[in-house]
């Protein structure tokens, strides 16, 4: 009997090392955030007036302290008007919601572990930085609001506008973070990335702008993730 207690006692001093010392665990979490556009009818990177709510889903799998993989769903608006730039006179304008759907690399430039070597939870921030791939499917309306007069001085292509353009882009996620391990089952933190898309139909405009320049989009946010696997359980 007496063996069998120090067996299981050292049975479980054991697993609980193992525990403390894995650094492998999995997140899933939320983003609450903005979106915001740069294209044929933004004049600045961001155009503050054309900010638009956005959230999504995520998990998020730790490999080691430093790196790390996440799939996400994103979904926002976007949009953008002449209105707001030194073209207002060619009265072009456009909105789409959007759905993102990716996987990132991450490397958490800080990292460390979770649990000391007696497993007790450390806190602990790190930057971080991402890219990876992905596609976005958006549902574009180019608007020509001007007068009827202007046709011919802006309208290259009339076919663009007042058509619902229904697409799917491919896209490069790419953008920086910071992490806060607050506690043995919550991390909190800040997002912020690109999202170049290879094209210049986002906006559902692009013979009738400059077909040389694509477009682009925004994410950023606040992160609210909780470990399903805490002190390393698998």
Known sequence: MKHFLCLILLSAFSC??????SNRYLEAGFL???????GDL????????????????????HFNPHFSTKAHVYSGAISGDDANTSRADRA???STNLIELGIVGEWNILG????????????????????GLGVTFANAEAEFYTNPDNLNDYLKDPDEFNVTQRNRFLLAPVGVGLRADIRDHLVIGVEGGLRPVFSDKLDGIENNANPESGDWYYFAGVTISFVMNRRGKR
């Not at 900010?51 to 889903?57: H, I, L, N, S, V």
């Open 42 to 61: 933004a004049e600045s990177a961001v155009e503050l007036n054309e900010t638009k709510p956005g959230y999504g889903a995520y998990l998020r799998y």
């Open 112 to 131: 460390q572990k979770r649990y000391s070597k007696t497993g007790i939870h450390q806190f602990f921030m790190t930057p971080y930085v991402f890219g």
């Open 16 to 21: 609980t090392s193992v525990f403390a010392q």
């Open 92 to 94: 072009f304008r456009f």
């Open 32 to 38: 609450f955030g903005l979106t915001n556009y740069s």
